[in-house]
């Protein structure tokens, strides 16, 4: 039975107040993600570790007990070390970096990882990121990397972030990109150690960005991207419905929106070629 360590990088006090908008709990998001692709497969055995919270194994547990890394989105910012848990994050990630554990991150964790082997990691000069990350598109890289496989050269995706990698380690190679950040995805590989990141939020549902741009209406008004409380509520109300129901034609036509967002496993397909690339050949060696 393959084992999956979610480690997770936001804070349970914040965590709480996005399941209190709406949204399902990190650890049921990704692991609705992960799951709907095992098929006839072994199930996953999870195990979570709230690093932000300050969590550590228990006895007799460790990194190397397990044959895939899900690392979470964050509050917190790479290159802001005075930030709590930021320091033990980096440190974290870099030993599953060199215990060679296959490892997947979303937003945060595409960043954390990236600070950890020496890359650079800013605020976005473009602002805040947030609901649909619209026009991805591969590169040549991404076009023939397994972590695409069945994935259109061209894509929107779920997405909050302020930050982006400006540099990626020596290691690192571009996948994605789009016009608001140059990396929407990335691989690093050495030897036999492996990461692949991506910016954005497979694992998000619509109700989760609903969920996480509430918690900012105010910021959400004020850089304009809505005009008034009951605009941004009339938008979030629909981005709820959505995710209670992504076969409603009238509001996907509203935004403009399709199946790399709404179905499930088109969103998700990242982790499915994840599993089956990285994760299940590992896990099959030990």
């Not at 072994?42 to 044959?67: M, N």
Request: proline share 5%.
């Amino acid at each position: 039975m393959p084992r999956i360590l979610v480690f997770n990088g936001t804070p349970s006090e914040a965590e709480t107040k996005i399941v209190d908008g709406g949204s399902k709990s990190y650890d049921r998001l990704i692991r609705e993600s992960l799951d709907r692709h095992m098929g006839n497969r072994p199930p996953l055995d999870y195990f979570t570790l709230r690093v932000a919270d300050g969590e550590r194994f228990p006895q007799g547990l460790s990194i190397g007990d397990f044959d895939g890394v899900w690392i979470s989105g964050s509050p917190y910012n790479a290159y802001r070390l005075d930030q709590p848990s930021v320091k033990d994050q980096i440190e974290l990630v870099r030993e599953v970096w060199d215990r060679g554990i296959p490892a997947f991150g979303s937003c945060w964790g595409l960043q954390v990882m990236t600070a950890a082997l020496g890359g650079k990691v800013q605020l976005n000069r473009q602002g805040r990121e947030i609901g649909v990350a619209r026009g991805i598109c591969l590169t040549a890289a991404g076009r023939s990397h397994d972590m695409f496989r069945d994935k259109a050269p061209a894509f929107d995706a779920v997405c909050v972030h302020e930050d982006e990698v400006a540099e990626l380690p020596a290691c690192g190679t571009v996948l994605a990109s789009n016009a608001t950040s140059r990396v929407q995805a990335a691989v690093m590989r050495e030897d036999k150690r492996c990461f692949w990141g991506v910016q954005y939020h497979p694992e998000f549902e619509l109700a989760t960005v609903a969920a996480i741009i509430a918690m900012r209406a105010e910021r959400h008004i004020c850089e304009g991207l809505a005009r008034s409380d009951d605009e941004l509520a009339a938008v979030l109300a629909d981005y709820r419905a959505l995710s209670a129901d992504p076969l409603r034609k009238d509001l996907a036509w509203k935004y403009g929106l399709g199946p790399d967002v709404l179905d499930g496993a088109q969103r998700t397909v990242e982790f499915r070629n994840w599993l089956t690339s990285e994760v299940l050949p590992f896990a099959a060696k030990r």
